[in-house]
Every structure is written in C-alpha cells, then in structure tokens.
C-alpha cells in the first residue's frame, strides 16, 4: 500500500492480515535473536505491531517506528513499546539496539538504491557492536491477481513486475463499509546480489540471505528472503 492507502486502511490491517502466520515468523526471529544474544530490539516499519507484541510476550524490550501514523496508533493499543513516527532512510534515535528487524516486505517500500543505502546506514549507525539486522524481503517478481473476502472486507489484487525497473506494481481495490478504496502499492523487488553488495557496501558483516522463515540458503525462486547481516 501507499502511504496514503496504509492511513485509509489502518484500521482494516489486522483483519487483512488475520491469518498471516506471524508466530511462525517470531519463532524465526527469537531463533535468531537469542543466537545472538539480543534482548533490546527496534522495530522499523512496525505498522500495527504485531511482531512486536509478540516479541514483548517473549520479554523483549521492543522499540518501534513507522512512516505511517493512523499504523502507529493501532499499534499503540496492543504493545509498551515507545512508538516513532519516522521515516525509516532518515531517522535518527539516541540510542543503539542489539538488533533490528524490518518485517514484511517493508524495506521493499523504498524504491530507489539511494534511498535502500540511506536506510541501511541509518540501521547500521543505531546498531551496537555486533548488532544484528533482520530484513524480511518480499521477492515475487511474477503477474497475478487473486480476490479474498474477510469478515468486512472484499479485496482484489493484481500484480505486474517490470524487470527493466525491477518495480513490483500492485493494483488493489478494497470494498469496506464505507465504500470502495482503491490503492496501487509499488515495491522494488532487491536480488540477492544486490542484498549482498549493499549490505557489505554499508559495512555489515557475516551476511546469510535465507529463503523464508526456515534456516535454508535463499535461491531466486525464493517467496521470501530473510537477509540477515551483523554490525
Ligand atoms: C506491509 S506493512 C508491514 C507492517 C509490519 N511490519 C507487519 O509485519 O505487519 C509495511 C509498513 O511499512 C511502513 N513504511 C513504508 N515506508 C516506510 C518508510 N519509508 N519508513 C518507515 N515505515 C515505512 C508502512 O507505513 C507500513 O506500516
């Protein structure tokens, strides 16, 4: 979604997203936080802050931002965690975490190389020494579309990607009470070359890039990939 779509449709997400399997992705990441030791962890492009009420039930000490303020107020209700409205390729907080995580797909939400590399020098600059960076990265770079119907909402989807500006383009229209919203989202979709050299080009070492929530090495086929470096 658009900055505009995730403000008209923030108090939708949770219904939308009610049967993504987020405790199989928590599973995954305390996995890797406790690997390393991490307990005070920020959370960028938080949104509703489901990942982090479910770290906070682990007795994590969770930090969140988001662009998106109508995301943070619903995150707000469900989690003790200080919330930020920021963007997360310019943000600046006066405190270093052990660990950042950046969850579905929002990384993906930056369009440009230049902006990715703003973003990864923002986390590197508040990670500890040997802190870890965790992005969860959407790599689809097919053409589709699907409808779903939730309890209030109907929702149908199309997808196009462009390998020339390696830009996903989805067109959705949500039916909701109150009438029709129509909303296109763009993501850039990063191969694992890229992920690779960006993330070394910043200064992160000891890079894995997994496929999915599983301890698996990533191929270009991969759903998901889990790109993990470590300051
Ligand atoms: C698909 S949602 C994911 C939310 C949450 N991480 C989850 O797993 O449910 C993407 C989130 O990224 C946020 N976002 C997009 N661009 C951003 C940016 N430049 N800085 C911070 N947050 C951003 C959106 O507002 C939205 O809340």
Redesign the pocket.
Known sequence: MEKEG?KKLAKYYDEI?QNKDYSNEIKFLIEILNKHNSKKIL??????G??ISLLEKADFECTG????IE?LKIANKKVKAKLLQ????DFNIDEKFDAIIC????FN??LSIRESIKALRCFYKHLKKNGILILDLHNSKTKGSKEDNFKNIYRKMSWDYNSGTKIETTKVVFRVPEGLIEDKHLMRIFSINEMNELLSGVGFKNIQILGGYKQKVANGDSKNLEVIGQK
């Not at 959370?43 to 509703?48: A, E, I, L």
């Open positions: 995730y997203y959370d960028v492009g938080c949104g509703t489901t990942h931002i988001d662009l998106n995301m920021a963007n997360m390729s969850m579905f797909a929002s939400h930056l």
